[in-house]
T-cell receptor, first 112, second 111 residues
């Protein structure tokens, strides 16, 4: 089945230690997104890629970076995680036209 | 700036009841609106997608309506079941490829 896969499901990292979360898709969608969701809050868009075109949200901290080496994969890099970065990180994809999102299962990040 | 609000924030109903979840948005210039379900600690599962030209969509016991002029969408769940317990999020496609999410309604259906 075509899908969006996030790895790992759970990630524990140390304060200040770089961490990378990954997302892959078999839908061949042009657009890939990274959202951050903290407890009981709405998902917040960090950035998205349209093909290789990177679009950063104005309020996304510089600590968060992303890479999209090809259509199928997208990575979220947190350069120096702080305690406030503990959250669920959600990857989503959509086709060229706005036909809705498909989400992965998320990665729960804990910072110790 | 688009703002999305969901009321109520939490809802508890006995099994078998029909219920309505509400989503309102401030800017009627939208591409589409999507309803999602989120189980605790999990990702988002798409329930229904309504394009801006449509007024409603149905899937099984779920029906979603859209009234762009009034900035509202409703998700109707018929004959609720304990398995429907989850958080329901609406997301408005506003601006190229970007969704703005509401904070969700936490639903608990009691057996």
């Amino acid at each position: 089945d075509a899908m969006v896969i996030q790895n790992p499901r759970y990630q524990v990292t140390q304060f200040g230690k770089p961490v990378t979360l990954s997302c892959s898709q078999t839908l061949n969608h042009n657009v890939m997104y990274w959202y951050q969701q903290k407890s009981s809050q709405a998902p917040k868009l960090l950035f998205h890629y349209y093909d290789k075109d990177f679009n950063n949200e104005a309020d996304t901290p510089d600590n968060f970076q992303s890479r999209r080496p090809n259509t199928s994969f997208c990575f979220l890099d947190i350069r120096s995680p702080g305690l406030g970065d503990a959250a669920m990180y959600l990857c989503a994809t959509s086709a060229d036209s706005p036909l809705g999102y498909t989400f992965g299962s998320g990665t729960r990040l804990t910072v110790v | 700036k688009q703002e999305v609000t969901q009321i109520p924030a939490a809802l508890s109903v006995p099994e078998g009841e029909n219920l309505v979840l509400n989503c309102s948005f401030t800017d009627s210039a939208i591409y589409n609106l999507q309803w999602f379900r989120q189980d605790p600690g999990k990702g988002l599962t798409s329930l229904l997608l309504i394009q801006s030209s449509q007024r409603e969509q149905t899937s099984g016991r779920l029906n979603a309506s859209l009234d762009k002029s009034s900035g509202r969408s409703t998700l109707y769940i018929a004959a609720s079941q304990p398995g429907d317990s989850a958080t329901y999020l609406c997301a408005v496609g506003s601006g190229t490829y970007k969704y703005i999410f509401g904070t969700g309604t936490r639903l608990k259906v009691l057996a």
